[in-house]
């Protein structure tokens, strides 16, 4: 019985011991915890407003005002300003974006839609075709990541934070096989007329294919509907011709088809990019070897433990499978996304 007491006695005494070590500890820790938040470093206010994507924003706003000023003239009547950008347009060649030739005051236009009108008229688009390939040769895609207005307003439209859908690889492999179908259905109609009012029986076709004749994409073309399509409606003017908007017709189709197109973007970042646009797969042929790219530094790329540069890809590439010299995707935009919010600085632009 004395062993056992002296047993307890002792095991008291540790516990009395133990317990004033654990006060001490916790306001230890706890100091420790609010040293180190002060030791963070702040956040500098000049590094929100200059930096690549902040760049990248105002060079995609200068752009899409400089493309389709059209809409301030017509709102604001401004001739001398429509005569200053009009003046560029029989200067600056089409570039690969997509942009509607019919645009009223575009200043520039897309090779894509510009190759479809060449087409239907029975020509070859050589001059077109050669600008498109030198800019892609050198620069990749990058004109859509940067210039393009509709992918400008997807980038905007996914701006605000939630959780973003990324499709399984096989998925999104299989997805952009649409925009092939698409591309080979629009240019054989085109090829077609072309050929067809070359020989002088284009009359029947033409008649036959309706609105989808000059451009068999135009009528289902975002930049169109944008830019040209719903600038020129009947728009009314008071409540007294709010009676216009029936005279519509088929243009509410292509509106609420627009619609669809920026409210998916909300949660699928420049999905029409990836999966619809044709476009954009006759630029991927130019663009795998551009010779400007990016890659990824060995030393600093953690490709085990993260997959931030994925994660924020817009067009959803996987970007880690690629070697790390340069990464040869069809896809790429050269938004930059990647490199500005990589954790170790590994993404860098490579010249090759």
């Known amino acids: 019985m004395t062993e056992d007491a002296e ?16 006060e001490i500890e916790e306001p230890v820790k706890k100091k420790e915890m609010k040293e180190a938040k002060e030791k963070k470093p702040r956040t500098n206010p000049l590094g929100i407003l200059f930096n690549l994507r902040m760049l990248r924003r105002f060079i995609q706003i200068g752009f899409f005002i400089a493309i389709n000023a059209y809409i301030f003239v017509a709102w604001f009547h401004m001739p001398n300003v429509t005569g200053f950008f009009l003046s560029f347009r029989n200067i600056i060649p089409s570039i690969p974006i997509l942009s509607p030739l019919e645009a009223p005051f575009a200043v520039i236009a897309g090779s894509f839609d510009t190759i ?63 925009k092939i179908y698409i591309f080979v259905i629009v240019t054989g109609l085109a090829v077609w007329l072309g050929f067809a009012r070359a020989t002088g029986t284009g009359g029947p076709l033409e008649a036959a294919l309706g609105a989808f004749a000059n451009d068999a994409f135009a009528p289902l073309n975002p930049a169109n509907i944008l830019f040209n399509i719903i600038p020129n409606l009947n728009w009314p003017e008071g409540i007294s011709t709010l009676w216009y908007v029936y005279s519509w017709g088929f243009a509410w189709l292509q509106i609420a088809f627009v619609s669809i197109i920026f409210i998916v973007s909300f949660w699928v970042p420049r999905w029409f990019c990836r999966w619809l646009c044709p476009a954009g797969w006759l630029y991927s042929i130019f663009s795998r070897e551009a010779l400007i790219g990016i890659g990824r530094n060995p030393a600093r790329c953690t490709p085990d433990t993260c997959n931030v540069c994925e994660v ?37 632009i490579r010249f090759s």
Not at 123 to 151: D, E, K, N, S
């Open 116 to 178: 479809q009108q060449t087409f239907t008229t029975g020509l070859f688009p050589f001059f077109t075709l050669g600008a498109m390939i030198i800019i892609l040769i050198f620069v990749g895609r990058a004109p859509c990541g940067w210039i393009c207005p509709l992918g400008t307003i997807q980038d905007f439209v996914t701006l605000p934070k939630r959780n973003k859908i990324r499709p399984a690889p096989n998925t999104e492999s299989e997805l952009r096989k649409v």
């Open 312 to 348: 924020v890809c817009p067009m959803n590439i996987r970007i880690r499978k690629f070697p790390y010299q340069h990464m040869h995707s069809p896809d790429c935009i050269m938004c930059l996304e990647c490199k500005s919010h990589c954790p170790n600085n590994a993404i860098v």
């Open 7 to 22: 047993r307890l006695d002792d095991i008291g005494e540790e516990e009395e011991i133990s317990e004033p070590e654990i």
